[in-house]
């Protein structure tokens, strides 16, 4: 059984700054990709950012510049630092990573619960 928990969101002011946390645990045999999508409401999900094992980045132009992903192979964790927050940023939040397990052995993506983050102007 593998399992994605986030931490981290939470009601900031426009320009603050807030940081996510995304820990993976359970039957890990290898995290292969890491990162975030978002969903505000009445929208698709789009994604945030992405990290490969190797620590290769992509980011929304939306985000570029004002956020960072970043992740801890040894703790399986991935984190995304938001900085210079706007309004158009409130959404729920989710990691998601392609894991493969020990029974398996076959990358599957899964997913984080969600946490809100809320940008007041």
């Known amino acids: 059984q593998v399992q994605l928990v986030e931490s981290g969101g939470g009601l900031v002011q426009a320009g603050g700054s807030l940081r996510l946390s995304c820990a993976a645990s359970?039957?890990?045999?290898?995290?292969?990709?890491m990162g975030w999508y978002r969903q505000a409401p009445g929208k698709q999900r789009e994604l945030v950012a992405g990290?490969?094992?190797?620590?290769?980045?992509n980011y929304a132009d939306s985000v570029k510049g004002r956020f960072t992903i970043s992740r801890d192979n040894a703790k399986n964790l991935v984190y995304l630092q938001m900085t210079s927050l706007k309004p158009e940023d409130t959404a729920l939040y989710y990691c998601?990573?392609?894991?493969?397990?020990?029974?398996?052995?076959?990358?599957?993506?899964?997913w984080g619960q969600g946490t809100q983050v809320t940008v007041s102007s």
């Open positions: 359970g039957s890990i045999f290898r995290i292969n990709v």
């Open positions: 998601y990573a392609d894991i493969s397990d020990t029974k398996v052995r076959v990358d599957k993506r899964y």
């Open positions: 990290i490969s094992s190797g620590g290769s980045t």
